[in-house]
């Protein structure tokens, strides 16, 4: 409020020269109030005429005792002005005018009434939802009304926003999707209640579908559930195909759907369901598309377990996933120095268990290695659906090996492109399946399209052995 200061200023030492006895008052009241400003003059002996003026209105004028005054207002024989009942609209500048005979002409001086109300807030836009495309610019903004002027704070998704100064517009690129959501503004004036006001931001994006699983195994008899998480707005429209067709829902295979879950439950599995079934999200802005694959296949193997024994020896224990029998294991393994690969040496191991389903645990003694060397394994389950995709590698060492460098060799692998490198490379990064909820999943997608290349590859490869 600097014109208050200034009219302090400017105006208060005019009082002094120009005969005023009162001072310039600025009057902070409340609504309902009953507000009297002060106009005594020093008359030094003349007839002084007393005029209240409100901007180009005349409030009162001394000299016109039967003037109508405005409804409220009054002056009272010592001049001094009363407005009762103040609305906020008495808020402003009041200026009494003393006017002596010639030579002497007028001064002014000039009050004010302050009516101090709680803040209200009307959000822009006015239905409270707001809507623009990924990468566009949002502008919205909250109307605030209040006497002194409210500070304005926003808060989004629990968090008060960090803003440079208190603004009633917030002005950012929609850049990422997880930007949407409720912002509101939170208008505060030290007079009655704060008021707020939600403003619903939603970005307009094409559909990302994250996977929990791209590869269900199943075995016929069981029931088995696809699941694709689809966020997108507009709201996506989800489509299951197998093999290129929609497909056929029955009361066996049912799609099922709650928030943006999306699953596909297939009762009583057969075979004839196992292949590549594509989760299709659908919306104005775009289609996303992902792949999984049910199959009657293993898991991957998971090491479980494994310590030295001896020198020369090691011994494993590991873990698949499948619903039918295990026929056999592939045990590939190779000696790995930095930048150096062995030949892969490849053993079948029996099953060792006719256990059917769904946990098959393997113990398994890896004799006659080398002593103070690295080697890397991977382990593959046959059943009679077909070979599983490779375990993650196991890294390992015989006794006397050193350890000071296998940090460096194995986090900084200088390898070759070797024939069988992208297949283990691939198994193994496809066991770090992200968190479903993280943007990382196009990265993810890449991988597992990538899976599904080379999947074919890798059965080829291992079969030419
Ligand atoms: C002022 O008076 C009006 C009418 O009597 C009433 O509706 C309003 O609530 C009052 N305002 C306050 C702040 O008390
Ligand atoms: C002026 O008159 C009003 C009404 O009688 C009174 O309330 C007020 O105190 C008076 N002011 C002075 C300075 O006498
Ligand atoms: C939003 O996404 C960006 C990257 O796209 C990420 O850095 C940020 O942490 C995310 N924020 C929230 C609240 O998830
Ligand atoms: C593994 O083989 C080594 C060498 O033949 C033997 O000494 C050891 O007892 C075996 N360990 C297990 C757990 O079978």
Known sequence: MYW??????????????QGFKSVPTTVKTFENDTVLLPCYVDNFGVPTRVRWWRKDTLLADSGEPNLVLPPRIKMYGNKS?????????????????????????????VHAIEVMYPPSVQPVPRSGELEVNLGEEVDMACEVEGVPYPVVSWVSKGEVLQLLDDRPRLRFRADSRNLSGQYTCVATNGV????????????????????????VHASPGIRAQLDCRVTSWPEAKVEWFFEDQRVPYSSRIVKHSY?????????NVRTLDYGYYLCRASNSV???EEIIELSG???????????????????FIWEVDSYSLIIDYQFWFRKYSKGVHGQWHKLYIPSGSEAIGPVHARAFNLTGL?????????????????????????????????????QQLFEK????????????????????????DTESNDAYREQSKCILIILPMILNFFNSY
Request: some cysteine; hydrophobic content about 40%; proline content about 8%.
């Open 370 to 406: 080398a002593p103070a060397t690295h080697y890397e394994a991977v382990v593959l389950s046959r059943n009679s659906y077909g070979i599983s995709r490779p375990s993650k590698i196991m890294r390992f060492s015989t006794d006397g090996a050193t350890t000071e460098s296998e």
């Open 259 to 267: 928030g943006e879950d999306h699953s596909l439950i297939i009762r």
């Open 192 to 215: 009655g209640e704060a008021a707020m006001a939600t403003i619903d931001l939603r970005i307009r994006h094409k559909p990302s579908i994250q996977t929990r699983k791209n590869w």
């Open 286 to 288: 775009g289609i996303s």
């Open 81 to 109: 002005l009363e407005v009762v009942h103040v609305q906020p609209e008495d808020t402003g500048e009041y200026v009494c005018q003393a006017s002596r005979p010639a030579p002497s002409g007028y001064v002014n001086q």
């Open 4 to 17: 208050m200061i200034f009219f302090w200023v400017a105006v208060g030492q005019a009082a002094v020269n």
């Open 413 to 436: 692998p200088n390898i070759p492109k070797e024939k069988i490198l992208p297949a283990v490379e691939v198994a193994s990064m496809s066991q770090h399946l992200p968190p479903v």
């Open 297 to 315: 296949v293993a898991n991957p193997a998971i090491f479980k377990e494994s310590h030295p024994v001896g020198r020369t020896a090691y011994n």
